[in-house]
């Protein structure tokens, strides 16, 4: 049997391996220890959708000559499957506006797949039952078109995913961008932290509450940024080593911070933001271009 990858053939040992899943398995492993992800699959020259593990996994070896998979650098692996999810919302949509009943069964079977990917990517999306609970329409999910009235509130939530897949998409195509961007609104959210204990103090807990979570979400989003710039840019404007320097200081803090929220210690809270937190992100201008030089 052939092992084929990117189409060039690889000397990949086999051990006990009975079933074509088994054998897809180890090699996601092999691929992903190098950062690679497999994207397509082609067994004996038919081609089997990687995410449809039930079409493929139970092929027994015995039956296959050769295996070619198709693998990208996850990073470019993880644009595409936004961009995927991004084309998946819109072809819902479509078909839910135009009341075009032939794509509806197709989209439905894709629907289980579509939220578990969304759940990888947008862990706040997961409800208390551990799903992203998109598109829940009984006849849609039964592969049927909605009611009129029903299709109203899911064109709604399509168009919020959409919003979202597609501010994540930007993090791929511009990167040093976007990571300048995050630094600056980080840089911009020192003068909210000064409310937060006073809203805490008159009860205003949710607004608070708000501010941290987007406090958090922007450094998120930094962490998340800083090794797709390095892959893309070989001379960033943007200060890396200083960004993962302020990452590395204010992540306890902001651990120390959640814990003091959960104990309503709203001194102790007072005390981080004012003395801890916002002195940081107020020195985050010198991180970003033109701005002072590197820290």
């Known amino acids: ?81 936004l961009i995927a999810l991004d084309e998946y919302c819109a072809l819902l949509a479509h078909a839910l506006e135009t009341r075009d009943d032939g794509p509806i069964g197709e989209l439905a079977e894709e629907l289980p797949y579509v939220r578990g990917r969304l759940a990888e990517f947008f862990p706040s999306l997961v409800d208390e039952n551990g799903r992203v609970g998109i598109c829940t329409d009984r006849k849609l999910e039964s592969g049927l078109m909605p009611d009129p009235a029903a299709a109203e509130p899911l064109l709604a939530e399509l168009s919020g995913l959409r919003t979202i897949l597609q501010t994540r998409e930007r993090e791929y195509q511009e990167p040093e961008r976007e990571l300048a961007l995050s630094l600056g609104q980080l840089a911009s959210a020192a003068v909210q932290l000064v409310d937060v204990p006073v809203q805490l103090q008159t009860g ?52 120390e911070l959640k814990d003091a929220f959960e104990m309503q210690d709203s001194v102790l809270v007072g005390d981080l933001l004012e003395y801890e937190i916002a002195p940081r992100l107020e020195h985050l201008d010198r991180l970003l271009p033109d701005r002072g030089g590197n820290a």
């Open 1 to 81: 049997m052939e092992i084929l990858v990117n189409r060039e053939p690889i000397d990949f040992s086999l051990e006990n391996e009975s079933s074509l899943g088994e054998v897809i398995d180890e090699l996601a492993d092999w691929l992903r220890s190098g950062r690679f992800a497999i994207t397509s699959l082609d067994v004996n020259d038919q081609t089997y959708a990687i995410h449809d593990r039930d079409a493929w996994a139970d092929i027994a070896l015995h039956n296959v000559r050769e295996i070619s998979v198709e693998a990208l650098p996850l990073s470019e692996a993880d644009h595409a499957t």
């Open 204 to 255: 205003d807990e949710s607004t608070a509450m708000q501010t941290v979570i987007r406090l958090t979400e922007l450094l998120t989003r930094v962490l998340r940024l800083v090794p797709l710039v390095e892959a893309r840019t070989s001379d960033p404007a943007v200060d890396i080593e200083g960004v993962r320097r302020f990452a590395e200081e204010i992540t306890p803090q902001l651990t």
